[in-house]
Structure formats: structure tokens, C-alpha cells
């Protein structure tokens, strides 16, 4: 979907729990290598929106990556940038922008179903930001109930539109009945490393009448 944008198109992840980046990290790595490939889209941007109520204080963060550009020495480069402009730890909105590769972080410290009420409100972002692709969180609602809250789910409905996706570690039946709840469609794939199964999900786009063959006779 990143090697399909047009020019000037954006293209917006909104993920629940930045934990330590990873996520950000990887996606970050692919957008750039899929600019060094296509050359159209020098202009296409991507806007990454993430959400963490418990952020790491940096000197730890940068232990932690530290470890993981051993493990990973391609991200390197990349853990350097994220670092210098990991934000203070204070509640609100922190935009970071990394121009080179049109890429914008907005990391929303605080509540997640606070965080993602104001983005749904337009008051920061007008209007609100239509996400194309969904990260949610791996961790079964057992292990984090506030996460799969209902509320939250309420303004992924409200920042969702036809053809937005998501995706999960988790394969819980709270998850997918909130999933579909929310209009996606639901469908179990292969899991990462020991785990047998994770979720992916999409919102169809609607079938109209010309598509789904059927005659409305209503006017005869």
C-alpha cells in the first residue's frame, strides 16, 4: 500500500503503545527503503500517530535500543534520529519531523482513549486525521484491559474509514467481536515466532448496487 501512494499523497498509522518504538522503527525502515525504490514518491508522506500512557524516560530507552541495534544493526541510523528527538515526558502531543524521508511522529503521551478523543475532535489535527492502518495493541486484554476498552474502540470507529486495516497480536474473542463491532472484517494469519495465530482486519469498502448486481424495483 506504501509503494501504491500517489505524489503528494498521505498515508497515516495510528498505533496503541509505542512501548520502546519498535514499531515506528520497522515501519520507518521499510518507508525508507520503499523511497529509494520508487521514485514517485519523493513526495508521498507518511504520518505515524502512536499513543503511550506509561512512556520510558530516555537514558533507559536508550539502553534498551541500544540492545536492539546489535540485534538489528540496520535500524542503527535510525535509533540515533528517533533518540535525539524522543520528546519530554510530558502529557500532550509531541510532533517530531524528520523532513528527509517526509516523514511526521505525533507520540501522544497520556490516556489512550484521551489521547485519540482529541485527535477525533479535530482540536489538534483539522480536520481529524482519517487513518489508513491500524497497529493495536499485542497484548491480550487480560494483560492490558484498557487498551481493548470499549471507548477506545468507539474513536478507532470514528478515525477508521473504507479500506482502513488493522492488526494484532492478540486473537482474543473480546477483540474480534469489538473489532467487527467496529465494521472490520476479521481474518486469522500465521503468527510471529511461537505465537500459532495473530489478527488482521479490514473495513470493506460498501457494495453499491451497480457492483452487487441488484435492481431496485422500488420506482416501478
Known amino acids: 500500500r506504501l509503494a501504491n501512494l500517489a505524489p503528494n499523497q498521505c498515508f497515516s498509522i495510528a498505533?496503541?503503545?509505542l512501548g520502546t518504538g519498535l514499531n515506528l522503527l520497522a515501519t520507518w525502515q521499510l518507508w525508507r527503503a520503499l523511497r529509494d525504490r520508487h521514485p514517485h514518491l519523493a513526495t508521498a508522506k507518511l504520518h505515524f500517530?502512536?499513543?503511550?500512557?506509561?512512556?520510558?524516560?530516555?537514558a533507559d530507552l536508550t539502553?534498551?535500543?541500544?540492545?536492539?541495534?546489535?540485534?538489528?544493526?540496520?535500524?542503527?541510523?535510525?535509533?540515533?534520529?528517533?533518540?535525539?528527538a524522543y520528546p519530554p515526558l510530558i502529557a500532550g502531543c509531541h510532533r517530531l519531523r524528520f523532513f528527509d524521508d517526509n516523514l511526521t511522529v505525533d507520540i501522544w503521551l497520556g490516556d489512550a482513549a484521551d489521547?485519540?478523543?482529541?485527535?477525533?475532535?479535530?482540536?489538534?489535527?483539522?480536520?481529524?486525521?482519517?487513518?489508513?492502518?491500524?497497529?493495536?495493541?499485542?497484548?491480550?486484554?487480560?494483560?492490558?484491559?484498557?487498551?481493548?476498552?470499549?471507548?477506545?474502540?468507539?474513536q478507532i470507529q470514528r478515525l477508521s474509514r473504507s479500506?482502513?486495516?488493522?492488526?494484532?497480536?492478540?486473537?482474543?474473542?473480546i477483540v474480534k467481536r469489538a473489532l467487527q463491532?467496529?465494521?472490520?472484517?476479521?481474518?486469522k494469519v500465521k503468527g510471529f515466532g511461537s505465537k500459532r495465530e495473530m489478527l488482521t482486519a479490514i473495513i470493506?469498502?460498501?457494495?453499491?448496487d451497480e457492483t452487487s448486481g441488484h435492481t431496485d424495483n422500488r420506482a416501478a
Open 15 to 17: 498505533e496503541l503503545g
Open 163 to 173: 479500506g482502513t486495516t488493522a492488526a494484532t497480536y492478540s486473537c482474543a474473542g
Open 63 to 84: 539502553q534498551i535500543l541500544a540492545l536492539w541495534a546489535q540485534r538489528a544493526p540496520e535500524l542503527s541510523a535510525l535509533i540515533e534520529q528517533f533518540l535525539a
Open 115 to 154: 489521547s485519540l478523543t482529541k485527535l477525533t475532535s479535530g482540536t489538534y489535527l483539522t480536520p481529524a486525521p482519517a487513518v489508513d492502518a491500524w497497529y493495536l495493541d499485542g497484548f491480550a486484554p487480560s494483560c492490558n484491559s484498557t487498551l481493548w476498552a470499549q471507548n477506545i474502540f468507539a
Open 181 to 187: 463491532s467496529c465494521g472490520f472484517e476479521i481474518q
Open 49 to 58: 500517530i502512536t499513543t503511550e500512557k506509561f512512556p520510558i524516560a530516555h
Open 204 to 208: 470493506p469498502a460498501p457494495v453499491s
